[in-house]
Structure formats: structure tokens, C-alpha cells
């Protein structure tokens, strides 16, 4: 009995002492991760948990952390366990990817507008569980492509504005079947601007002096149109709409010699005063597109 | 992993109105949303008025004459699955989009429609735009789960609000998620105006994003105490006016770089089209790449005026309307923005999402329209992982009801949240401390 005890009183030590090791050993690994989280947050980088009940990081630094450089890259190569990483429109350049390597469990990699070229980009080889690797906006020619083709897993490789050739797609398009290549728009081709229609001008409406708003009709409805006022006075002038309930609404002011397009109704009332609300006259809006030239 | 103590703003938008505020419940948000690991941004294009699913994802060539319409298929992308000829230029995404053809749901009028296709729910009787006692749109409810100190608005809404006949609509809103979560209206800065935009939308005030130097160190000085944790003193009383304040600080930065339309490239400018259609889709574009976590894009005029405007409520003239003044803006701007998102590898990550009212009737009426129609409608989606090159659902040979896999714009909003990380069965409280769950669909089998 007493030396079963023993042998228990003994196993029991051991099993204490393990667990002691293991929590050492977890809140030493803990208190490391948490420096490099405090780290990386302090260059602003966020750090989240990937989705979907993972344990693997997503670091992204394209918001609030574009002005991460090649050193600060270590913060992100410390913390190793990272699924998803975003650089984009960051400092860094090929030199940083160096500290890349080690990240094998990069499966989402974005560099896209960042300077890089083809020298960094022998760093993302040994990057095995690539899915999406964006690199669009660098300068990366297919001498990356080339280096990339080893990637098994990679399933779409952004390469929009970068100096690629339809060769150096179809090498690693040959290599890779699951691969995609997605190239994006030839903007050699696209034109810079659309010839416009000129603008119509307004069928000039009929000015009606008044000095009391009472002179003004309510305004009727009709089909949706559009009227210009020009103002040729020498004066600032404030806009009212004569509404269907006979209320007047503050539509804007007008300064001298500019004017002002505005959505209306056909048969709609447009009350106009000086500054002081005095009322100066008033247009009827016809049917078709309306210039209101408000006169000296 | 998370800190135990909050900062102010955390706890800002964590709270459903001030009776919700407990951090448990935020933990456990937390951990439930996390389920799919692609999407942190999503665009919605909202097509007001009801778009017509035979003259776009769903035509019906083999349909008697009197229904199937002037307009013919065409092929698109994907081997089997024909669009209307008038979007050539989508057709060519088609290996992107997932077309949905079997939604349906019960509600004739906009308003109705409107509500259930972008809140998921029914609406109450006898709704009104203001209340907070609607559900929350798509929009209002993802940014209720996005990171709060990310430095942008949680949900911006372009360019116009929508009306019917100068009436705002509800729908568009946090509604019991409270004014937090209300899209912020932005006016699309650039583009020919869709036609008949009426004085109602037109009044909407344009943000003003320029900020005054000095102003911005108040705002830092703001932004401090607002990231200050919850102590002792409390300020709730205080509540919305930080909330205000914090807006308009969080829109200086980023969100008016990508504002300013004038700084991008001009041959993608002219892509997306001289249209404030598609320079609307441009900065939805923008603002997702700001870091902006939701963009709903009005693709429409504002106001339906009686159906006088380019809207999608095609009572009268349906088949001119749809192919000379519609379809030509909607076709290039979605094509745009679908080249745009995928050329910078921005579609994986983003879920692009078409909502309307309901679909238009198979009959064509006496003035040459299609009336509203929710017995089924097509839908579709894109990015995010939706697997494009798909059509689910389908409706009859005449359009007329769904014929196999009958679904609801709730199922669709599911395959959003779903796509966005998102748990829909996430229970939430309104401001009676009433228990919800953020969707009562369930996720189409699209990924």
C-alpha cells in the first residue's frame, strides 16, 4: 500500500513538474507572441485571427500601415504562424521579401503597387502554400513568373501593370494548369476621355418683374425638366421655388454673372429676390430645358 | 486575444441603442463572426423600381410573343447561360456572376418590395423611412460587424437616397441598430445625372470632405478621447454627438482621397463611363479600397416621378427605355467595375451583390411597360468566393414562377453574410432588448 502510494506521490510530482514546464513554456511563447502583436500594431498593422476557426494570422498594413518598411518586416517574420499578409502600397521593396521566407503558411500575399522587382522575388519560392499572390503594379517582368512556377498550390496570380509578356504567362500557365493569370485591361487601349454631346443650350424663359411674392402664381406640375438661371445683375440673388401649397423655399443664392443648373417641373413657379429678401421677379419653366437669364 | 478593456468607440458601435451595451454579448459577436474566411468588403447595386429579369438575367426566348418581349439572348461567357443582348458587355463576367432566378417574395408595391429586398423582412404596416423600429438594410447591418477603429465610416450609400414620388423611402437605413449604423449618403462627384432626378434627391446636400487644417487638431484631440477606454465617467448623454463628430473626423482622411475622382487614371474613368452611373460604381471601387467595408450604389435615379425618369419601374416604353437610356449605362458600369475589382485582385475579397424590388410582370401591358412582379425574379452576386459560371434557380418557360429551387431575398442576404465571414443566426437586441437574428435566410449553395 505504502509503496503504491510512493510510486502515485511520485507520479503526481512529475505530473506537476510537467505541467509547470508546459505552462512556462506556453506563457514564454505567449508573452513572445504578444510583443510581436504590440510590435506590428505599433508600425500600424492589424492583426487578426483568419476566419473560419483557424489559428493562423492575417496581418494587413495597407491601411493604416503604409509606411512599413523593408526593416520593419522583421515584426512580421517574428510572428511566423500568418495565413494572409497584406503590403499593399507600403514602403517596402524587393529587398524586405527576404524576411518573407519563412512564412510558409502564407496562403494570401499581396504586394501589389509596391516597388518590386524581379530581384526579391526569389524569396516567395520556398512559399509552398500560396493561393493568391497579388504583385499587380510592380515591377516584376516574366523572370518572376519563372521563379514563381514552382508554387503547386498558387491559383491566381495578379499581374496587371507590371512588365509581363504573354511568353511569360504561358510558361507558368503551362506549369501551374490550376493557375490563373489574371492580366487585366490593356490601358494602351483604352481612350482617356469620351468625345461628349454638346450641351443644349436652354430655350430662354420669359422674365416677369414683380415686387410683391404674392405676384408670383403657385406653380403647376408638369413633366421633369431642367432650367438654367444666369445671373446678368450686378447683384446677389437668392433663388425660391413658389411651391404647389403656395410656400416659398430657399432653392440658393446666385452670385453676379454665374449660373446654376436646377432640376424642376414643367409649369413650376421660380421666385427670385435680392439679398434681402425683396422679391425682383419671377419665370414660368416650359416644357423643354429653360434659361432663366435674371436681367440688370 | 482581445483585451478585456474597451475603448470608447469600440464601445460606441457596440451597443444596439444604449440598453444593449454589454461586453459579453460583444465577445461573443466576436467569435461567431467568423466563418468564411474570403469577403471584408461588399458592394451592393441597388436597381430601384423593380428590374425586369427577362431583360436581363433571365430571358425567355421560347415564351409566347406577348411576353417574351423585342429583345433576343445572347451568349455569354459561360457555355448554356444566356443573358438579354442589351448587357454585352456583363455577359462577358458571366464567369463571375452568380445569376439567381428563382427569388421571389409577396410584396407588390415599392415601398414593400424595396424593404423585404434590402432588409430581408417584411415591412410593417403603415412604414415610415425614420423609424427606428425597421430592420436594418444589408448595407447598415454588415458594417454592425466590422472593426470600429478601421478609420472609415462602416457604410457609405451613393449617390442618392431613394424616393417614390417625393416620398423617402424606408429601408435604406440602421433602423434599430440605431443612427450609428446608418449609411452615410455621399454625392457621386462627377457624371452626366441619370434622367428625371427630381428636386427631392437633388436637395440632398453633397458632403463636404474638405477639411480646414486647423480644425484636424481638434479632431486628433476628439479622436484621443473617443479611443480613451470607458472609465469611471460617463458620457452617454454625449453619445450622438460624438457619434456625429467622429463621422465627419473618420471622413477626413482616406475616405476623401478616394473622393476625389479627378485623381484616378483617366482611361479607367472613361471606362466605367461619363455617367454619374458609372462613376458611382468607380467610387464604390474607391472607398472599398479605402478601406470603406460596404458601398450601396443607388443604379438609378433617386425618385421614381411615376416612372418619367431613369428609373427601373418601366411602366411605359419598357423595351426603348431598357436599351437606349438603362441598359447601356448599367451594362458598362458593372462591367467596369467587375474588370476593375478582379485586375487588382480586389473581387476575391470583395462580394458584389444586385438587389431590386421585384421583378416586372410576363405580360407586356396596353403602353408597351411590364408592371411590378415579385412571384420571381433573378438576382445575382459576384466575388467573394461565389463561384461565377452558375445559374441557380430557375423560373418557368414563361417567367412566371419559380420551377425549381424557390428562394427570397433573405436566402440571398445569407449567401452575403456567409461570404462576408458573417454568422447570420448572430442573435442581436434591439433597443427593447428584444432578441433578433441578423437573417432569417439561409445561404445559397454558391461557393
Known amino acids: ?296 | 486575444m482581445y483585451p478585456l478593456q474597451f475603448s470608447r468607440r469600440e464601445v460606441l458601435r457596440s451597443s444596439v441603442g444604449l440598453a444593449g451595451l454589454t461586453l459579453p454579448t460583444l465577445l461573443e459577436l466576436r467569435s461567431q463572426a467568423a466563418l468564411a474566411p474570403r469577403a471584408t468588403s461588399c458592394i451592393v447595386i441597388y436597381l430601384w423600381g423593380g428590374l425586369s429579369h427577362y431583360e436581363s438575367w433571365d430571358p425567355k426566348p421560347s415564351a409566347p410573343a406577348e411576353l417574351r418581349g423585342e429583345f433576343s439572348p445572347i451568349s455569354t461567357a459561360t457555355p448554356g447561360i444566356q443573358y438579354c443582348e442589351h448587357i454585352p458587355l456583363i455577359a462577358k463576367h458571366s464567369d463571375k456572376l452568380a445569376i439567381v432566378r428563382s427569388v421571389h417574395h409577396t410584396q407588390g408595391g415599392h415601398q414593400q418590395g424595396m424593404y423585404v429586398s434590402i432588409t430581408g423582412h417584411n415591412p410593417p404596416g403603415g412604414v415610415k423611412a425614420k423609424s427606428r423600429d425597421n430592420w436594418p438594410s444589408l448595407a447598415a447591418m454588415i458594417s454592425r460587424f466590422q472593426d470600429p477603429t478601421a478609420g472609415t465610416p462602416g457604410a457609405i450609400r451613393l449617390p442618392y437616397s431613394m424616393y417614390d414620388n417625393g416620398t423617402l423611402m424606408a429601408g435604406e437605413y440602421g433602423g434599430w441598430l440605431g443612427v450609428d449604423y446608418d449609411p452615410v449618403l455621399m454625392r457621386t462627384p462627377a457624371g452626366t445625372p441619370f434622367g428625371g432626378v427630381s428636386r427631392y434627391t437633388n436637395r440632398e446636400l453633397d458632403l463636404k470632405l474638405n477639411l480646414q487644417k486647423k480644425r484636424i487638431v481638434q479632431r486628433q484631440t476628439l479622436r484621443e478621447q473617443l479611443e480613451r477606454p470607458v472609465g469611471s465617467k460617463s458620457d452617454y448623454e454625449r453619445h450622438n454627438r460624438f457619434r456625429r463628430m467622429a463621422s465627419e473626423m473618420l471622413l477626413g482622411s482616406t475616405v476623401s482621397k478616394a473622393y476625389d475622382l479627378e485623381s484616378e487614371d483617366p482611361r479607367i474613368r472613361t471606362m466605367y463611363g461619363d455617367h454619374i452611373g458609372g462613376q458611382s460604381m468607380l467610387l464604390a471601387r474607391r472607398l472599398v479600397e479605402a478601406g470603406v467595408p460596404v458601398v450601396q450604389v443607388c443604379a438609378g435615379a433617386g425618385d421614381l416621378a411615376g416612372g418619367g425618369g431613369d428609373n427601373w419601374d418601366t411602366h411605359r416604353g419598357h423595351f426603348p427605355k431598357m436599351k437606349d437610356r438603362l441598359l447601356p449605362v448599367f451594362d458598362r458600369s458593372v462591367s467596369a467595375l467587375l474588370t476593375d475589382l478582379e485586375q487588382r485582385g480586389m473581387l476575391e475579397e470583395t462580394v458584389v451583390v444586385f438587389l431590386t424590388d421585384f421583378g416586372r410582370t410576363p405580360k407586356i401591358n396596353k403602353n408597351g411597360g411590364r408592371d411590378h412582379y415579385p412571384a420571381v425574379y433573378s438576382l445575382a452576386l459576384a466575388g467573394g468566393g461565389i463561384r461565377g459560371g452558375q445559374v441557380y434557380g430557375s423560373s418557368d418557360s414563361q417567367g412566371a414562377q419559380p420551377a425549381s429551387n424557390p428562394c427570397t431575398p433573405a436566402d440571398v442576404h445569407a449567401t452575403v453574410y456567409k461570404a462576408m465571414g458573417i454568422d447570420h443566426r448572430t442573435e442581436l437586441y434591439d433597443r427593447l432588448e428584444r432578441p433578433f437574428q441578423v437573417c432569417d435566410g439561409e445561404p445559397l449553395p454558391l461557393f
Do not use: C
Not at chain 1, 56 to 62: D, G
Not at chain 1, 126 to 148: A, C, E, F, P, W
Not at chain 1, 171 to 195: F, M, Q, T, Y
Open chain 1, 1 to 296: 500500500m505504502w509503496r503504491l502510494n510512493e510510486t502515485s506521490a511520485a507520479r503526481n510530482w512529475i505530473l506537476l513538474l510537467a505541467a509547470m514546464l508546459v505552462t512556462g513554456l506556453h506563457t514564454d511563447a505567449a508573452a513572445v507572441e504578444k510583443e510581436t502583436l504590440a510590435a506590428i500594431k505599433k508600425i500600424g498593422g492589424t492583426v487578426r485571427l483568419v476566419a473560419g476557426n483557424r489559428t493562423e494570422w492575417k496581418v494587413e498594413f495597407h491601411l493604416g500601415g503604409r509606411q512599413l518598411t523593408d526593416k520593419d518586416l522583421v515584426h512580421v517574420a517574428a510572428l511566423k504562424n500568418i495565413a494572409s499578409l497584406n503590403l499593399r502600397d507600403t514602403e517596402i521593396t524587393g529587398d524586405g521579401l527576404v524576411h518573407l521566407k519563412g512564412l510558409t503558411k502564407l496562403e494570401w500575399l499581396h504586394l501589389e503597387r509596391t516597388d518590386i522587382g524581379d530581384e526579391g522575388v526569389s524569396n516567395l519560392a520556398g512559399l509552398v502554400n500560396l493561393q493568391y499572390l497579388n504583385l499587380y503594379g510592380t515591377r516584376i517582368t516574366d523572370k518572376s513568373l519563372d521563379q514563381l512556377s514552382g508554387l503547386k498550390n498558387l491559383k491566381r496570380l495578379y499581374v496587371w501593370k507590371t512588365g509581363v509578356t504573354d511568353e511569360g504567362v504561358a510558361r507558368i500557365e503551362k506549369a501551374l494548369p490550376n493557375l490563373k493569370v489574371i492580366r487585366g485591361v490593356d490601358l494602351s487601349n483604352l481612350p482617356a476621355s469620351v468625345p461628349s454631346e454638346p450641351e443644349k443650350p436652354g430655350k430662354p424663359i420669359k422674365w416677369i418683374a414683380v415686387s410683391k411674392a404674392s405676384e408670383a402664381p403657385k406653380s403647376e406640375n408638369g413633366e421633369n425638366t431642367e432650367v438654367v438661371f444666369e445671373n446678368k445683375s450686378d447683384r446677389k440673388v437668392k433663388i425660391y421655388w413658389v411651391s404647389y401649397g403656395d410656400e416659398l423655399k430657399l432653392y440658393g443664392e446666385l452670385e453676379p454673372g454665374k449660373t446654376h443648373r436646377q432640376n424642376t417641373y414643367a409649369n413650376n413657379t421660380w421666385l427670385i429676390s435680392d439679398e434681402n429678401d425683396k422679391p425682383l421677379g419671377y419665370f414660368i419653366v416650359g416644357p423643354e430645358k429653360s434659361l432663366a437669364v435674371i436681367p440688370q
